[in-house]
């Protein structure tokens, strides 16, 4: 039985994979932040890695990150054992979602492996999506076009319906604003590299990985109880 507010439990856990360049500062933040978003409506539903696609193995995450982070609620333990990992074609084949910190990144891995494309979403595009297919459902009814939504004690079937809408919605939704600092200016759909665009915007990133994460998790949990 599940509780209020939480989602039915998998058959198997939902796979998602997040990925930066050197998976030691965005990509396993979102990836704490998202596994401990989920686990609170949906205990044991996904599971949550990471990994980078100029990763040196067994590397630690980054200090700064960490304790912003940890700030933020997840398990400050689980994320100290965070280590480093290089992705591959395979192992982003073998996530149902893929979440990248940034354009570079998503064109990397479809360069590398274009059959996952209908599943691959930088972050912040997939939180503006997210929002959208959340608030359709919400309304009690499913995208236009859209196949019928599984039922609820097929929460695997819904996760992936849910990514198919993901997909389908993209060129529908407006790019989430951009922002600027200095005369810098940022994609909108990308998160920052603290570790490019200098240490002082590690809270900039993680503020915007933050409030990605929230918006997924939060269309995940309507998409549970629709």
């Known amino acids: 039985m ?21 998976n030691i500062c965005r990509s396993p933040a979102t990836a704490a932040l998202l596994g401990a978003g989920l686990d609170r409506v949906a205990p044991g539903a996904a599971r949550v890695r990471s990994a980078g696609i100029a990763a040196v193995a067994d590397q630690p995450a980054c200090d700064v990150a960490r304790k912003l982070v940890a700030e933020l609620g ?8 965070h280590r ?3 992705i591959s074609p395979d192992l982003a084949r073998s996530a149902d979602m893929i ?5 570079g990144h998503r064109a990397w891995l479809i360069e590398r492996a274009p059959d996952v494309r209908a599943r691959l979403f930088t972050l912040r595009q997939a939180a503006s999506l997210a929002g959208t297919v959340g608030a359709t459902l919400r ?5 236009d076009g ?10 695997a079937d819904r996760l992936e319906w849910f990514v198919q809408e993901l997909d389908a919605a993209r060129g529908l939704v407006a790019p989430v604003a951009g922002w600027q600092r200095g005369v810098a200016a940022l994609d909108a759909d990308d998160i920052p590299d603290p570790h490019v665009v200098g240490t002082d915007r590690h809270s900039d990133a993680i503020d915007r990985i933050d ?5 997924v998790v939060q269309a995940v949990a309507i998409l549970a109880w629709v």
């Open 211 to 215: 409030d990605s994460v929230r918006r």
């Open 99 to 103: 979440l990248t910190a940034d354009r």
């Open 84 to 86: 480093s990992q290089p």
């Open 74 to 81: 997840p398990d400050p333990v689980s994320y100290d054992e």
């Open 139 to 143: 309304s009690g009814k499913v995208p």
């Open 2 to 22: 599940t509780g209020a507010g939480s989602l039915p439990p998998l058959g198997r856990p939902f796979r998602i994979l997040v990925v930066c360049t050197a």
């Open 146 to 155: 859209a196949p019928p939504l599984p039922p609820r004690t097929e929460l």
